[in-house]
């Protein structure tokens, strides 16, 4: 990881590692991609031929990993061709190409921690401004292998973007309110793991986080204590959601789906 200080704060990227990436994939001078995946394409185990060389698929798909870590944007998107790692075929590697044509646009393109972008409210001490906001969003049925979801957040330490993740569910839900409350599961889990970690390092002041959600249905159950017939299977991670906002550990905000930030995690950018 490459690190840039300035008055602004502290940049992250991985511009070399990259770049070596494209050279690797032998499209060093190849033409850029606006996009890393195209919206319209939907992989499968089925169409295409298998790869001769399923190696070099891996082993390719295993940097793109290495390189989400600064590289937020594309971990939809890596997440995708790492689910077709066991047998690999050319559709697979095509949109792998894809996403390697996608970084030659902006091979320096990084994170930046701004200095002081943790505080939000002028005045006020480090320890007394800490806020942790989370965007939490869900794919309902997105596979069409086998039609489980995909789970999407990402959180703020003020302004600056400290987690996030993609990654497909482990069980079918059967409504889009259930895929979105067990994305609000995993992330609420995240947040309470950040302010235990902000505790131990002396942030012992932090407020309350926010979870940003676009689906209301999943908001109103979180926080209503009468359980419906159609949530009664989801139930662990109704209750684990609604004590975190009861102890007011937790403050569930609607957001319209044009500002879900977490959007980029659930479906190609």
Sequence with gaps: IEVSYSEVGVALCKRKYTIDILSDASLSDCKPSNSPMNPLVKLDNEKGELLHDPEKYRRLVGKLN???ITRPNISFDVSIVSQFMSAPRTTHWQAVLHIVRYLKCA??????????GHLHIAGYSDSDCLEVTGYSDADWAGCPVDRR???????FLGENLVSWKSKKQSVVSRSSAEAEYRAMANVTGELQWIHMLLTEIGFSATRPSTLHCDNKYAMHSASNSVFHERTKHIEVDCHYVREKVNCGKLKLVHTCSEEQLADIFTKPL
Excluded: A, Q
């Design 66 to 68: 290495y390189l989400t």
């Design 107 to 116: 091979p320096g393109r990084g994170l930046i921690f701004r200095d002081r």
């Design 149 to 155: 979801s995909t789970s999407g957040y990402c959180i």
